[in-house]
């Protein structure tokens, strides 16, 4: 069974660019979940979608957001960078509520900011 | 506002040693996950611990949650040199089922030494 994937895995960009991560779950998992990880900040939660719709959200502002497409593939935006986003983003896919509680994270997308 | 508090922080051993990481939560959750991340790698999942006095092992480490006390503990038996990672605790707040948004520590650090 693959696992979840994420794309692209490494990215360099310039400050006030814009910039859209993409997950794919594992095959039957409709939740995904997006996390930030920094060395200062450490592992911090973005956003988590299930069936489209974002259940629930992390506190960060409005430029990052997100979406979950019908085959529950999801991706993230950030716009505006700043040199503050440089972070190895991750995103983890579950089953859905009452499902499963185990949680799979991606390889993960390295996102330089310059 | 949910607070994991890992400690150590940062832990050298020897190879053989016993020792016990601490992971204490400051509001009531229903979930408590041990992941493991080696050095430019992702997470991967180690336990979920659902229950008050739940224990689960996996060769070496072994992980117990205390939820009147907020406290979960992964224990190291006999380390070896593989072990070498960094191990991080992350808690939901009670969501009524369901994947949510974790709440990391800080992680520990472990360096195991011949």
């Known amino acids: 069974k693959a696992g979840v994937t994420q794309t692209p895995r490494y990215l360099i960009k310039t400050r006030g660019q814009q910039v859209t991560l993409s997950c794919s779950p594992i095959?039957?998992?409709?939740?995904v979940s997006w996390y930030q990880q920094t060395p200062g900040q450490g592992l911090q939660f973005l956003f988590e979608?299930?069936?489209?719709?974002?259940?629930n959200k992390g506190n960060f502002p409005g430029r990052f957001s997100g979406r979950q497409f019908s085959n529950s593939r999801s991706e993230m935006n950030v716009s505006t960078l700043e040199l503050g986003d440089s972070a190895l983003y991750l995103c983890?896919?579950?089953?859905?509520?009452?499902?499963?509680?185990?949680?799979?994270f991606g390889p993960g997308t390295r996102l330089t900011v310059t | 506002e949910l607070k994991v508090e890992q400690n150590p922080l940062f832990l050298s051993m020897q190879e053989g040693k016993n020792y016990t990481i601490y992971c204490n939560y400051s509001t009531t959750s229903d979930r408590l996950y041990w992941y493991r991340q080696d050095p430019g790698k992702s997470l991967e999942s180690l336990f979920v611990l659902l229950s008050n006095g739940a224990v689960k092992q996996e060769g070496r480490l072994m992980a117990s949650l205390d939820t009147k006390a907020r406290l979960s503990t992964l224990h190291i038996t006999a380390a070896v040199h593989d072990l070498s990672a960094t191990y991080f605790c992350?808690?939901?707040?009670?969501?009524?089922?369901?994947?949510?948004?974790?709440?990391f520590g800080k992680g520990t650090h472990l360096i195991i030494q011949p």
């Open positions: 979608y299930f069936s489209e719709t974002q259940r």
């Open positions: 095959s039957g998992h409709r939740s």
């Open positions: 992350a808690v939901v707040l009670n969501s009524g089922g369901g994947a949510d948004g974790l709440t």
């Open positions: 983890a896919s579950s089953l859905g509520p009452g499902k499963s509680y185990e949680q799979y």
